[in-house]
């Protein structure tokens, strides 16, 4: 469905999904990274029905304002390396607690962004790496309890495993405003075991 622009705020909100001409997921890019694309002729193809409309200047000759309807998925010109690995995900507060869905995985309460806290399962003092699968939500209240200890140790049992999220997992957590053909194609290169949690 074809939306047009209505303020600068859903345009900004519009985020659209960046891929090589072979079909390798790159990232989310702006609208206006996507429209040059489309000025500079180096969309190789696109999936789904235009999502945005943009509107530029007026044509002096014929009068007519220009327009140009975006994708939300567009496949750019230019291929990666054959044989690229994922990139990791940045180990960020912001993609920890999307990871974990702002639960804390001690006690299970949901809380706000301000009140949770990058826990270490096994403590940087005891050797602890700051990694994907050493790293856990947790509230404050819970982080001070379990203190310079592992979960064993503070009797406190992990509600989930940590976890490295995929490339693509990252994609999906790091993007609020995931339009439905976005989500679809998304969800269909997570790998299997993780499809229906993400779904």
């Known amino acids: 469905m074809l939306r047009e622009v209505a303020n600068r705020a859903d345009l900004n909100s519009t985020r659209v999904l960046s891929l090589d001409a072979a079909g390798r997921i790159l990232d989310w890019i702006s609208w206006q990274d996507a429209a040059c694309l489309y000025v500079r002729d180096a ?23 220009s327009q140009l309807d975006l994708h939300p998925i567009i496949a750019s010109t230019g291929h990666c390396q054959e044989h690229a690995v994922d ?6 507060n912001t993609a920890l607690f999307a990871r ?13 962004r301000g009140e949770l806290t990058r826990d270490h399962v096994q403590p940087v003092s005891k050797g602890g790496r ?48 995931i339009l439905s053909d976005q989500m679809d194609f998304l969800v269909s290169h ?10």
């Open 43 to 65: 969309v190789a193809w696109t999936l789904g029905d235009p999502c945005l409309t943009v509107h530029g200047g007026h044509n002096r000759a014929l009068g007519v304002q």
């Open 87 to 92: 990139p990791a995900p940045a180990l960020t």
């Open 100 to 112: 974990d869905r702002h639960l804390c995985l001690y006690c299970g309460q949901h809380f706000s």
């Open 130 to 177: 700051d990694e994907w699968e050493n790293v856990v939500c947790a509230c404050v209240a819970c982080n001070l309890r379990k203190s310079n200890r592992t979960p064993q140790q503070a009797h406190m049992p992990l509600l989930a495993v940590p976890y490295r999220p995929s490339w693509v997992e990252h994609l999906i957590l790091s993007n609020r405003n």
């Open 190 to 199: 997570l790998p299997r075991d993780r499809r229906r949690a993400m779904s």
